[in-house]
């Protein structure tokens, strides 16, 4: 059963937790909206960029941190009951290395250890942090066995709302949705260590914040997704869902040009092409990893950093992905912008 209105509930028969329902004309304010949503099942803070250093030595780079809600035991009043789960996933695309560097991390909520704050920008792990400072930027610092971030990221353009209605709608059930806002063209720069060699790096990143309790129906396989900082200003998110056999069956796009006129695609205006595959010498899995986008009357060429970008995450959130740097051409080849592709179910259907 579910009840109308922008803080509805999800209520399911018997013992099943009651999830927040993601609802058309739901207002994102900030920067209350950039904190924790406990009551939904599932949100996650993905940032992604490209750096460069001072020598010239181009990088990029992952931070996220995934909240779940599992939904069992919620009334035991042990402080030790796992109410909300935190996992985090970190890597570097060094194209030196010809593979992705990569660590993960998962807790329980609580003791000061792991927490996802209510109101503001601010989730950590252990010395894993994502927050923003009081009307400052955002900062990310953590530290893997073979490299370490420690970095700020200025915004330099409103947030990016995606979806009709408020909300986004990720397959034709409309009850598969997210609320979903990105932050495109972020100004970043500090320090990061690789193998113990520090280097200053300066770059263009973009962050996401999805909260949700279902994205996916019974249909969904997986999806493919891209969020690109393009050079004259513009940002571009695109995704589509997949089958179980491959096909597409939803799409959706936001664009935000250099004027800063923001336009809604949807699934009939974006199409996806694959070009180039790319086999995983350790899980066998084929990954689309060059492809064609097009948005409306805008085609992109999407060129990898390197084609070993897959991650394994199976230690903490369970899935394998391939989550990598790109580079956007135009249809001439000339390059116009940089960003991540991210894609996912393509070795077993996603779970979440």
């Known amino acids: 059963m579910k009840s109308s209105g922008s803080n509805a509930l999800v209520c399911v028969a018997g013992a099943q937790p009651e999830y927040g329902a993601v609802t058309p004309g739901h207002v994102i304010q900030w920067p209350r909206d950039e904190g924790s949503h406990p009551r939904f099942r599932t949100e996650w803070w993905y940032l992604t960029g490209w750096l460069e250093s001072e020598t010239g030595q181009t990088f990029g780079f992952q931070v996220t941190f995934f909240r779940h809600r599992p939904g069992f035991d919620e009334h035991n009043p042990s402080r030790f009951a796992a109410r909300q789960l935190l996992f985090a996933h970190a ?164 664009l935000r040009d250099a004027q800063g006129v923001i336009r809604t695609f949807g699934p009939r205006e974006v199409h996806w092409q694959v070009l180039r595959r790319w086999r995983s010498p350790r899980t066998g899995i084929r990954y689309p990893v060059e492809v064609r986008v097009q948005v409306g009357g805008r085609t992109l060429h999407l060129r990898p950093l390197m084609d070993d970008q897959e991650n394994d995450a199976r230690a903490s959130t369970g899935i394998i992905y391939w989550e990598g740097a790109m580079r956007a051409l135009d249809a001439s080849g000339r390059a116009i912008g940089r960003g991540y592709l991210e894609l996912t179910g393509y070795g077993e259907r996603i779970r979440l």
């Open 91 to 254: 890597s570097l695309s060094d194209p030196r290395m010809g593979k992705l560097l990569r660590a993960e991390k998962v807790a329980r909520a609580g003791f000061g250890l792991a927490e996802a704050r209510e109101g503001s920008l601010d989730v950590h792990i252990d010395d894993w942090r994502l927050r923003r400072a009081a009307d400052g930027p955002i900062s990310a610092q953590l530290a893997a066995e073979r490299f370490r971030f420690d970095l700020q990221f200025a915004s330099t353009q409103p947030p990016l709302l995606h979806g009709r209605e408020r909300y986004s709608q990720k397959t034709p059930d409309p009850d598969a949705a997210s609320y979903y806002y990105s932050l495109p063209q972020l100004q970043a720069q500090g320090r990061i260590w690789v193998d113990g060699e520090a280097h200053a790096v300066r770059g263009l990143a973009w962050l996401d914040h999805e909260w949700f309790s279902d994205i996916l129906d019974a249909s969904a396989q997986g999806w493919d997704w891209t969020g690109l900082n393009l050079d004259d200003g513009s940002a571009l998110m695109a995704l589509r869902m997949r089958n179980a056999q491959g096909e597409p069956y939803w799409a959706a796009a936001t």
